[in-house]
């Protein structure tokens, strides 16, 4: 497949807007990506230099016993998520890469079709394309119609908009898939930043969504944002059994294996929630101060109540906002690249140091 059947890639069109934020006299803010600039715990980075980091042979595509059990534990203890089965985890290279092979992995493709939100992390189209599949943007997947869906993207907390989906749309979503045999791949990876979002956000394993049957159901979890491991690319998912097993299959022909060290520091991130609760804490400390700053320089702020990002609008097209915001030094991304919906949005990210967001705020609050 050539480069030519896939989208731009979206934040290259940033770069004019980006060297016009550099060029302010204090420096930049770059609120553009969702890239942690916090410590990796150090109970993280014990484990990834350990023993796993001295052994030669080759590590396993479904990891350790010890690393399985560990995130299943996580899961109840975390998110409320009982009865995971062990075998039923697979450790995964991040979570972007199983994001853009999921349709494939799955044997979709030509005729068949992904349902990905309205508002989307842009990998989800790119993995209908990467398998040849079509893809539709619903909510609330009427715009399916009578397409042969095979994959249903949620993602809860948003990425872009952080809006945070009720049970009861979480449950519509898992019935109608079940009667069209598609599969739901829920994308969790901002499960572990709650915000201020009442009731807290829900995995679609949670037992107010499957009635704790986990058929046909798909998490997908990455620790980047909230154990600060971009650098590691470290994820997992979890769910159906029967899934996990033919994903496992196709992985280990495929040689996607997350590095030994990598399992080892996976094991260790998901057995300590204080760092995690920490984490969440600076991000929710940030978006109090960031959405004020947003809010006196006159945009309105949408949803927004959980996850790693500010939706805001100023009533004008998404490119005249990053530009005149870029004029502030803040680099910010458009809305646009999140699908046509956000043609007047911009997104905000809360991953910048705390002196950074607080030169965002007062640069925002003086313009």
Request: net charge negative; hydrophobic share 45%.
């Amino acid at each position: 497949m050539s480069g030519h059947d896939l989208p731009d890639f979206p934040w290259d069109s940033l770069v004019p807007a980006r060297e016009r934020a550099a060029a302010h006299p204090d420096g930049i803010v770059d609120l553009s990506v969702g890239t942690p600039v916090d410590p990796v715990p150090a109970v993280i980075r014990d484990a990834l230099a350990g023993p796993a980091a001295a052994e030669p042979g080759y590590p396993t595509t479904h990891g350790p016993a010890p690393l399985r059990e560990a995130i299943a534990a996580a899961l109840q203890r975390r998110f409320g998520v009982p009865g995971v089965d062990p075998a039923a985890v697979l450790p995964t290279i991040g979570s972007k890469e199983l994001v853009a092979w999921l349709p494939t992995l799955l044997g979709l493709g030509s005729g068949d079709t992904v349902v990905i939100p309205e508002l989307a992390y842009p990998t989800y189209e790119v993995g209908a394309r990467l398998a040849g599949a079509d893809h539709v943007r619903s909510d609330g997947l009427t715009a399916a119609g009578p397409a042969r869906v095979k994959l249903v993207w949620l993602n809860s907390p948003s990425n872009p908009t952080g809006r945070v989906l009720p049970v009861e749309h979480l449950r519509k979503v898992v019935a109608w898939a079940r009667e069209r045999g598609a599969v739901v791949a829920s994308d969790e990876c901002y499960l572990g930043l709650p915000g201020d979002a009442d009731p807290a956000p829900r995995s679609v394993l949670h037992p107010e969504v499957s009635d704790g049957d986990h058929t046909g159901l798909i998490a997908v979890h990455s620790l980047s944002k909230t154990s600060n491991l971009a650098g590691y690319r470290a994820g997992f998912l979890t769910g159906d059994p029967a899934l996990v097993a033919d994903l496992l299959e196709v992985r280990k022909h495929a040689g996607m294996i997350v590095p030994r060290p990598v399992q080892a520091a996976v094991a260790a991130a998901v057995a300590d929630d204080a760092h995690t609760a920490e984490q969440a804490a600076r991000y929710d400390a940030r978006r109090t101060r960031l959405r004020a700053g947003v809010e006196k320089a006159g945009l309105q702020v949408e949803h927004s109540q959980a996850g790693l990002y500010l939706w805001a609008t100023a009533g004008e097209p998404c490119r005249a906002t990053v530009d005149r915001l870029a004029g502030l030094g803040v680099l910010v991304a458009p809305g646009e690249f999140y699908g046509p919906a956000g043609a007047r949005h911009v997104r905000i990210a809360l991953t910048a140091p705390d002196e950074r967001i607080d030169a965002a705020v007062e640069r925002l609050a003086g313009s």
